[in-house]
């Protein structure tokens, strides 16, 4: 098979939104997507821009991405966040997914960055696997703490 990585642009994020759907149904949360092609264009390409998308093309046909962005870490310094890295269910296991991690290891490499890091959901086993022999440490004894928009609501009125 072949395929080609590139930066995406403005015009692929209907796909790069339905493939962020794709996982989000393959982990069982569709409902948990709120994120629109707008807010993926506004994200993406214009200023500031809050992430980089790197798209693999299979045919003329997007089947993977990588969105990452970069954060400040009070113990390293610059690091790059991988939020997702996402290959269409038919097109697992065929490569994709080691091109793209490939880019984004390069990608940070060329920003200077101390870490990437990134998080992958305890049961998807294979992902977990995939991660491991690209020599990711997968840690086990953090917990992701986060507040959705109603925390971030209920934690202001109760300052």
């Given at each position: 098979m072949t395929f080609s990585i590139r930066k995406a642009v403005k015009s692929d994020m209907p796909r790069v939104l339905e493939l962020i759907v794709e996982l989000a149904v393959f982990e069982k949360e569709p409902e948990a997507v709120k994120v629109t092609v707008e807010d993926l264009e506004k994200g993406g390409f214009e200023s500031p821009e809050q992430f980089v998308c790197f798209v693999a093309e299979c045919d003329g046909v997007i089947e993977g991405i990588a969105l990452v962005y970069n954060r400040f870490s009070t113990w390293k310094g610059p690091v790059l966040h991988l939020e997702d890295l996402i290959v269409s269910q038919q097109k697992r296991g065929t490569g994709l997914g080691?091109?793209?991690?490939?880019?984004?290891?390069?990608?940070?490499?060329?920003?200077?960055?101390?870490?990437?890091?990134?998080?992958?959901?305890?049961?998807?086993?294979?992902?977990?696997?995939?991660?491991?022999?690209?020599?990711?440490?997968?840690k086990r004894d953090w917990f992701v703490v986060q507040l959705n928009e109603e925390g971030i609501e209920n934690y202001i009125v109760n300052i």
């Open positions: 080691t091109a793209l991690l490939d880019t984004v290891v390069k990608y940070g490499k060329s920003l200077g960055v101390r870490r990437i890091g990134w998080e992958v959901i305890d049961w998807n086993t294979s992902a977990i696997s995939f991660y491991e022999k690209k020599g990711a440490d997968v």
